[in-house]
C-alpha cells in the first residue's frame, strides 16, 4: 500500500517570502500521479498543482512550482511571494495511474500561516 | 456550473443513531468519492462510485456504506453511531476518465458530531 508523509505539521512564512513544503511517499509502482491541494479555512478542498511520474520536468503553476525526486520519492511545493490567500491546510496526495482508481492517499496536512 | 454539494453541512446525532449525508456532483461527473476527516487520522478514503457502482472501498467497517442514484447523486450512510465517527465527510466528484486525472473536487463538507 502506497503511504505519504508531511513531516511539517505546521509552517509559517512572512508574506512576499518563499516558503517550501515537505511531501515524501513510498510506493513499489513506477508510474503513478502526485498532487498538493489546499484547503482554505471553512472553504472547499482544491487542487493546486499536480505532477506525473513519468515526467521529469517539474510542474509549475504561476507562484506555485514543484520540486519532484522521483528516486528519493520526495514532492516538495514551492510558494513564491506569499500571499495572505495562501493560508490554509496543504495536502500532499498519491493516485496510482490505473484507470477507474479515483483514490487518493493523503499525507497529514502542513498547515501554513501567512504573516503580515 | 455548480460546484459539489453536500447536505447537511452539520448534524448532531447521539451514540447507536445512523445518519445519512448527501452529495450532488458537478453536472457531467460519474465519479463520487468519499472520504473521512478527522484531526488524528486526516483524510481517509471511505469508497467511490461510478455509475451507480461502488468500484473502490477503502479499510473501514461494514457500519459505513453508501450508493450512488442514476443522475451521479450519492449517499453515504453511517449506522450505528460511535463517538470515533465525529468528523467532516467529504464528498468529491470528477469526470473520471477526462479532464485531468486525479483531480477531485469537492464539497465543503458535512460536520458529524456524535455525542
Known amino acids: 500500500a502506497q503511504t505519504v508523509t508531511q513531516s511539517q505539521p505546521e509552517m509559517s512564512v512572512q508574506e512576499a517570502e518563499t516558503v517550501t513544503l515537505s511531501c515524501t511517499y513510498d510506493?513499489?509502482?513506477?508510474?503513478?500521479?502526485l498532487f498538493w491541494y489546499k484547503q482554505p479555512p471553512s472553504r472547499q478542498m482544491i487542487l493546486v498543482i499536480r505532477q506525473e511520474a513519468y515526467k521529469q520536468q517539474n510542474a509549475t503553476e504561476n507562484r506555485f512550482s514543484v520540486n519532484f525526486q522521483k528516486a528519493a520519492k520526495s514532492f516538495s511545493l514551492k510558494i513564491s511571494d506569499s500571499q495572505l490567500g495562501d493560508a490554509a491546510m496543504y495536502f500532499c496526495?498519491?493516485?496510482?495511474?490505473?484507470?477507474?482508481?479515483?483514490?487518493?492517499?493523503f499525507g497529514t496536512g502542513t498547515r501554513l500561516t501567512i504573516i503580515p | 456550473k455548480a460546484g459539489v454539494t453536500q447536505t447537511p453541512r452539520y448534524l448532531i446525532k447521539t451514540r447507536g443513531q445512523q445518519v445519512t449525508l448527501s452529495c450532488s456532483p458537478i453536472?457531467?461527473?460519474?465519479?463520487v468519492s468519499w472520504y473521512q476527516q478527522t484531526p488524528g487520522q486526516g483524510l481517509q478514503f471511505l469508497f467511490e462510485y461510478f455509475s451507480e457502482t461502488q468500484r473502490n472501498k477503502g479499510n473501514f467497517p461494514g457500519r459505513f456504506s453508501g450508493r450512488q442514484f442514476s443522475n451521479s447523486r450519492s449517499e453515504m450512510n453511517v449506522s450505528t453511531l460511535e463517538l470515533g465517527d465525529s468528523a467532516l465527510y467529504l464528498c468529491?466528484?470528477?469526470?473520471?476518465?477526462?479532464?485531468?486525472?486525479?483531480?477531485?473536487?469537492f464539497g465543503e463538507g458535512s460536520r458529524l458530531t456524535v455525542l
Open positions: 453536472s457531467g461527473h460519474r465519479s
Open positions: 510506493t513499489s509502482e513506477s508510474d503513478y500521479y
Open positions: 496526495a498519491y493516485r496510482s495511474p490505473n484507470f477507474g482508481n479515483e483514490k487518493l492517499t
Open positions: 468529491a466528484s470528477s469526470p473520471s476518465g477526462t479532464g485531468v486525472p486525479g483531480e477531485l473536487f
